[in-house]
């Protein structure tokens, strides 16, 4: 009876600083310590679960918590220069030194259809960072995603009169989520597209890379890139010329996008460029099956 009474107090001790611990750790996820983990104490598999359930929780609303927070200084950051536009010309209107013709009314439309492309924007970027987990892979054909992508974005090719050609020089087995997958491309070629003058051409291409990875690359014949820009194209809201970007009106979170996606699919994302008006490529590396 001693025996089992002693055995008896240190099973309760175990299981009760457990407890406390959970219950500590989740008090301190409530007060916004995101950063906050449980470990485990080897008490069996139930509590385990518990505690890789809490420590789940506390991962998702940290990622939540961040996004939120980049979501914020960037949309502060990107809407300063269209609502001072705004201001100064309503300013300049109400005090007579600008009359409301043509130029203003353009100006004006500029500034509210920037601020809208930045609100969708913003929800794009904050949905795909936020729902990566949510990734449902499937086999599929490198081959296959480049022939679905070239055929949704034919029609806005042909209407600006650039023209889109795919290439298969290999089709290799990948297990990917094709709808994310499809993203990813579908802002590779509205990248493209903004950037290549009607006449030019751009060329998607499916081929083996080295070390067992598929490569889908994505070549155009626009604006090309300094070498010095190339680090920074896939920051957020980053633009490589800023006047010139607004006229085609994107913002650079699509990049952003495509690198959060090809990452969390164990790949990666890269741009070269031979300099300004010689073209960019864009290239997509992912794991292929193995045979």
């Known amino acids: 009876m001693l025996l089992a009474l002693v055995v008896s107090w240190y099973l309760t001790r175990r299981v009760q600083r457990s407890i406390t611990a959970v219950t500590t750790s989740a008090a301190q996820i409530a007060d916004g310590h995101y950063d906050t983990r449980v470990h485990s104490h080897g008490l069996g598999r139930e509590f385990d679960e518990l ?55 353009q100006v004006l439309r500029d500034a509210t259809n920037r601020l809208e492309r930045l609100a969708q924007d913003i929800t794009a970027v904050s949905h795909a960072e936020e729902h990566l987990t949510r990734i449902r892979p499937t086999s599929t054909a490198t081959g296959a995603l480049v022939t679905s992508a070239v055929h949704a974005a034919r ?114 994302i890269s741009a070269y460029s031979d300099g300004p008006g010689r073209g960019a490529r864009f290239t997509v590396e992912l794991p292929a099956d193995r045979a």
Not at 84 to 94: F, G, I, K, R
């Open 155 to 268: 029609e806005q090719f042909e209407n600006k009169g650039v023209t889109l050609d795919a290439r298969l020089e290999d089709s290799a087995a990948v297990t990917v989520d094709p709808d994310r997958l499809g993203q990813v491309l579908g802002n590779l070629l509205d990248n493209a597209l903004r950037h290549t003058p009607a006449g030019g051409a751009v060329t998607v291409t499916s081929r083996s890379g080295e070390h067992g990875h598929a490569q889908i690359i994505i070549a155009d014949t626009g604006d090309g890139l300094a070498h010095d820009e190339l680090d920074h194209l896939f920051d957020r809201f980053y633009r490589v010329d800023t006047a010139r970007d607004r006229g085609h009106g994107g913002s650079g979170i699509g990049l952003t996008i495509a690198r959060a996606l090809v990452t969390a699919h164990g790949g990666r």
């Open 51 to 105: 505690a890789v359930s809490v420590n789940e929780l506390a991962r998702r609303l940290e990622a939540t918590e961040n996004t939120r927070s980049r979501m914020l200084a960037d949309l502060g950051h990107e809407m300063r220069t269209p609502v001072t536009t705004l201001d100064s010309y309503l300013e300049a209107l109400d005090d007579g030194v600008r009359t409301f013709d043509d130029d203003t009314r």
